[in-house]
């Protein structure tokens, strides 16, 4: 089956999403009045992206749509948000007329409709959008790397996703020069079609791979930017096991799965903390662009990840994501590394 309807309305969805945020994070670090804990432009461009991916996949597929998304309008509808959901209801609306191919004004009323239509709860049956409107809140607020991460669920499968990474250069995250290197990437792949990897000024795609490397001294790996996400000593002990020299590269954000499915590290290693539940709209597309790439993704179990059974993931201990000829031997770090932590305790 070909999902390429679909595939064209996801990019042009996260596309459009990617470039209000992109406004919205250029004058966030313009303002030299910016409180460090003023957390409003996050919130604006977040729900702004969830509104327009939102009022986009509706416009394109009227009749079946159900759509699995992180945010919802609750705190919008509070007296104390009313001047932000205006300044959301401007940017929505230029991002619109900006665009040219749906004429039309949103209403503020319209545009918390649109956030709220992201509450299905997914499952194994039927088809399913899956979107986190910015991932990597906290790297959208310091000027690191985020992402607008759509995927579509057919039958509890993913069948496609697309990742917008309005801050990831555009050539290899390691070759990097100058802070003025190009940057803005658009991923997106499709069940049995492979991974691309285009501008998001919308220039020519290119296929991308996961890197060939099978030494894994020569794997540099990734890891989340905040701590808080990743127990980083256990993927510490799990990079020596493996011989690997470099240090870890953190960014922020599915980034990662993007950077990784072109080749810029070979390795991802995510271990949360006891008691995370880890969210479909966090891995779904990130996924699909790394398997399409020649990558593989599992759990610290070894299996792969089941997008069927709702908002979560139900996994064991963490994801692990490398190439095919990495991924036997990083199982088995991953597991002795496991192993001794738990007898340590
Ligand atoms: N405690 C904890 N453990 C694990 N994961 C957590 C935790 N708290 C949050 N999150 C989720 O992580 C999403 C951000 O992804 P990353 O961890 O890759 O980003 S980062 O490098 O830490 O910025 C982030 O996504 P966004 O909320 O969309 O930014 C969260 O869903
Ligand atoms: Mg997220
Ligand atoms: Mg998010
Ligand atoms: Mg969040």
């Known amino acids: 089956m070909s999902y390429d309807k679909e595939l064209a309305a996801a990019k042009k969805a996260a596309s459009l999403a990617a470039r209000l945020c992109q406004k919205v ?4 670090l313009q303002s030299d009045v910016q409180s460090k804990n003023d957390r409003s432009p996050v919130t604006v461009a977040d729900y702004g992206s969830q509104a327009l991916v939102s009022y986009v996949l509706q416009q394109e597929f009227p009749s079946e749509f159900s759509l699995v998304a992180e945010e919802d309008s609750k705190d919008l509808r509070k007296d104390a948000a009313q001047e932000l ?11 619109l007329a900006s665009d040219g191919s749906y004429s039309v004004t949103l209403s503020t009323e319209d545009i918390l ?3 709220d239509s992201g509450k299905s709860e997914g499952g194994p049956e039927g ?8 991932d990597g809140t906290k790297g959208f607020l310091r000027g690191g790397q985020y992402a607008i991460a759509l995927a579509l669920l057919d039958r509890g499968k993913v069948v496609l996703g697309v990742l917008a990474c309005p801050n990831l250069p555009l050539t290899s995250i390691r070759d990097q020069q100058s802070p003025n290197d190009e940057v803005g990437c658009l991923f997106f792949a499709e069940i049995g079609g492979g991974t691309y990897m285009q501008p998001l000024d919308g220039s020519s795609a290119v296929k991308v791979q996961v890197t060939a490397v099978e030494n894994p001294e020569e794997a540099s790996f990734f890891e989340s930017y905040e701590a808080l996400h990743s127990k980083h000593d256990l993927s510490s002990s799990i990079a020596e096991k493996l011989g690997i020299k ?18 810029d590290g070979a390795i991802y290693m995510r271990l949360p903390r006891e008691g995370y539940r880890e969210k479909i709209w966090d891995h779904a597309a990130g996924c699909i662009v790394v398997t399409e790439a020649g990558g593989v993704v599992t759990d610290a179990a070894g299996n792969p990840l089941d997008f069927s059974r709702g908002k979560y993931l139900d996994l064991d201990t963490g994801i692990i994501v490398t190439n095919q000829k990495l991924m036997p031997l990083l199982f088995k770090a991953v597991r002795e590394s496991l192993e001794e932590k738990a007898s340590s305790l």
């Open 127 to 134: 088809r399913h959008w899956v979107l986190d409107p910015i």
């Open 113 to 115: 409709k649109f956030i």
């Open 246 to 263: 470099a240090p870890p590269v953190r960014i922020d954000s599915q980034a990662k799965y993007g950077a990784l499915s072109r080749g």
């Open 85 to 95: 959901v205006e300044r959301m209801t401007k940017l929505v609306n230029d991002s």
């Open 25 to 28: 994070q250029k004058a966030l």
